[in-house]
């Protein structure tokens, strides 16, 4: 990212959590969700996603567990209302196109504004959506900033903790399946 927050990306990932735009602190301290407050890093280790709960310092070894990090906007600011829709607007096709480029399995969206701008639709409900994008299943979280406190931790981590289900299903059926197909090969 051209502000000083970079993606943490690699190809074929499980999940790429998107977040709405970097924060101050964050993109000053140049790591994912670094602010004081925010809740996301232990978010993802209580539902599954990381054995142990990652440092925001240590940001890039998520990679070691099928996850990427992005932000649908790359201006960083105090607070995501700060963002107008035109910037949501002017970020959706090369946003959707990194999707599509990094072919992640899901794509979750850290809240519902930049889902909401990006898809045109004004209501949409907390996880699974029915649409996909940049070829990817949409999942739809609370976003984990220190300033949501619409959702308490553990509300956090249970809505989180089903997207870290639906996934180890879809591998579990996916081996399944592969072993099927070799069985009847050979």
């Not at 996850?67 to 201006?75: K, Q």
């Not at 607070?79 to 990194?98: G, I, N, V, W, Y």
């Not at 900033?145 to 879809?170: I, K, P, W």
């Amino acid at each position: 990212m051209s502000e000083g927050l970079e993606d943490i990306l690699a190809e074929q990932l499980a999940v790429i959590f998107c977040g709405i735009n970097p924060g101050l602190t964050a993109a000053a301290q140049g790591h994912h969700f670094a602010g004081r407050g925010n809740r996301f890093w232990r978010t993802l280790h209580l539902a599954g996603f990381t054995p142990e709960e990652v440092r925001p310092e240590n940001d890039r070894t998520i990679l070691q567990y099928q996850c990427g990090l992005t932000a649908v906007v790359e201006r960083p600011t105090a607070r995501a209302d700060q963002l107008s829709l035109h910037e949501f607007t002017a970020a959706a096709a090369d946003f959707e196109r990194k999707i599509e480029r990094y072919a992640p399995r899901y794509v979750a969206f850290l809240g519902k504004a930049a889902y909401c701008a990006l898809s045109g639709q004004r209501q949409i409900n907390w996880g699974r959506q029915s649409q996909t994008f940049g070829n990817a299943s949409v999942w739809v979280l609370p976003n984990p900033s220190g300033r949501n406190r619409a959702f308490t931790q553990d509300q956090l981590v249970d809505a989180y903790r089903q997207l870290h289900c639906a996934m180890s299903e879809s591998s579990q059926r996916m081996a399944t399946a592969q072993n099927l197909h070799s069985a009847e090969v050979g």
